[in-house]
Every structure is written in C-alpha cells, then in structure tokens.
C-alpha cells in the first residue's frame, strides 16, 4: 500500500539562514559589482565646482594682495618710527646731560645759591660781569629744562604711535596669513577635483573654452584700434604678455596674478595704479557698466565685490590674467558679469 505521508517542511530556523545567505550573496554581488567598475567621475559637475572654486582662491588673492599692501606700508611705518624714536631718545640724552653738569655743578658748591656767591665774592670790580653771565646761564638753564619736558612728551608720543602701529600690523599680519591659507586650501580643493580627470580633461577645463578658462579667444593685434597716450603703451605692454603664466601675488615681470597684470602694465607707461582690483575698481574716472562705451586702456572689474579685473583692448575684447593654472590671454569683455569700467 502507498504511502500518503506528507513532505517534511523546512524548520523556521532553517528558512532563516537560507534567507540571510542569499541576501549576503547578494550584497557581495553588489560590493564586486562596484569595484570592477566604479563611477566615472562627471566632468560637468567637476567643472563646474572647480570654476566655484577658482573664483574664491581669486576672491581670497585679492584679499592677500590688499592685507599685504596694508602690512608693508606699516612695516615701513614702523621702521620709520623706531629711526625717529632713536633720534629723539639721543636728543633727550644729550639735554639730560647737560642739565647734569648743571646740577653736579651746585652740589660741589654746596647748594649755595648763585647770586650770593657772586656777592660774596672777593673781586667785587668783576660782580656786574659775573651777575650778568648768570642770567644769562640760568635762563639758559631754563630754557633748556622746558626743551627736555617737550622732548620727553615728544617721545612718549612717538613710542605710543609706534606700539599701535605694531598692534596693527600684528592683525595686518595675521589677516596675510589668513587669507594666504585660504588662497592655498582652494587650490588644494581644485586640484583634488582636477586629478578625478584624465589629463586633456583637466587642460579642457583650466585652459580649454570651458568657463574655468574664461573663455579665452585669440586676436590678431594688427586688428586692434589704436590708442595713444599712456593707455596705448598700457596695452600693448599687457598683450606683450600673453602666454606668461598666473601666479597668485605676482606683478611680473614674468608671472602676473589679474589686478598684478594691470598694476605692471601701467607702470611701463608710468602711470601707478592700486594693487587691488577692488581698489583698482575706484580708481580713475567711472566709465559706467555698458563695455560699448569703453576705450582701449579702460579697466574692466567685474563681479560684485570685484575681485576680477581686466583691460579693455578694443573690438571687444580685454586681456587678463585668469587663474592658477591659466597662462595671460584675451577674451570677450562681457565674458563675465562687470561690475564697473574705470578710465585711468
């Protein structure tokens, strides 16, 4: 006879540990999965974090040329102050002496006053002469302790105005320090993103047309207008540097950061400009924001806190140094925001 027993059916324990052994070869599956073929990184998106991030290492130069123009004007201030300080303490010492001699003087002669010396004196025919060099000696006295309390305030003075231009430049200093670190952690930060890139990747993005470029374009000189004056030499002296790389800080002559570019160009032609492309912003005379009315020379600063500047060549186009990895090059004036046009 048949046996009708039915199917033993698998414990709970049992279905358990079936159920956790798939879901591990599963997982396991996924983790290999994924390391024999991990994500590319999206050169879009890289791009566009590394333009973020060179625009703040920018915004972080500027902030490092301005804190160090400040440091070394007060550096000099300061050199300036202790020359001055030590001249004053010599002509403090020197009075001092000689209000010493003055003083040694009496005490040898026992505190008797002066004139009743003179009275006492046992050449009575010399007495007017003798009275007569004694006014004169102690309103010299006089004349000379009043030079020593002016001279001590005078230096007192001049040793407080050195201790706060000290302080100052301790937080100048620091405010340097600052925004060099900055300027560095950016760069850091760009070129981690950059290295996830094969290397014409990376060329595309810091020197290609890509916006981290700021879309660089070529331009025959021969085709420019003319400008005269100081703003031609300006100019051409700016164009004579295509191709020298940017340097965060520089002024030339052969590495330039974008205000350092303008500051060099200028100074061919004699001109001083700000070292600053927000002081640069200021300067001169306002030209308005519209790049049609802008003349070959003008200095085009761009963005709102104005942390990029550029010069304006003619046909619309400026020259400017872009950013670290960039070399000196042309490109459209309105290539990005303008915050203001300044006629030097």
Not at 190 to 209: C, F, K, V, W
Request: proline residues 4%.
């Amino acid at each position: 006879m048949a046996s009708h027993r039915r199917p033993k059916q698998p414990s709970r324990a049992r279905v358990t540990v079936l159920t956790a052994a798939a879901a591990t070869a599963v997982a396991l599956s996924a983790q290999v999965s994924a390391h024999a073929a991990p994500a590319q990184p999206n050169k879009d998106e890289i791009k566009a974090q590394v333009d973020k991030l060179m625009e703040e290492q920018e915004q972080a130069a500027e902030k490092y040329n301005g804190a160090k123009e400040q440091a070394d004007q007060l550096r000099k201030q300061a050199d300036q102050l202790q020359d001055q300080l030590a001249r004053s303490q010599d002509q403090l010492n020197e009075l001092s002496s000689g209000l010493a001699a003055v003083a040694g003087d009496q005490y040898r002669h026992a505190g008797v006053d002066p004139s009743m010396q003179l009275m006492l004196s046992a050449d009575p025919d010399k007495y007017l002469d003798k009275a007569s060099s004694f006014d004169q000696a102690a309103s010299t006295q006089a004349e000379t302790l009043k030079s020593l309390q002016d001279q001590q305030r005078r230096l007192n003075q001049q040793k407080q105005e050195a201790a706060d231009v000290l302080k100052e430049l301790d937080n100048s200093t620091q405010a340097l320090n600052d925004a060099k670190n900055e300027v560095r952690t950016k760069l850091e930060q760009a070129q981690n993103l950059l290295n996830q890139l094969s290397a014409s990747d990376r060329r595309a993005i810091t020197q290609g047309d890509g916006a981290a470029s700021r879309s660089a374009d070529r331009v025959d000189p021969a085709t420019l207008p003319k400008a005269a004056g100081y703003a031609g030499v300006a100019v051409q002296r700016a164009l004579d540097k295509r191709g020298a790389p940017y340097v965060w800080g520089a002024t030339g002559p052969s590495t330039f950061d974008c205000s350092g570019l303008m500051v060099w160009a200028y100074a061919q032609a004699g001109v001083s400009l700000p070292r600053t492309s927000q002081a640069q912003g200021s300067y001169g005379a306002s030209v308005g924001t519209d790049w049609h009315n802008a003349q070959p020379g003008d200095l085009v600063v761009y963005y709102g806190d104005r942390h990029h500047v550029g010069m304006y060549i003619g046909n619309g186009m400026v020259v400017h140094a872009p950013h670290t990895g960039d070399v000196v090059k042309t490109m459209k004036v309105d290539a990005m925001p303008i915050s203001t046009i300044r006629r030097v």
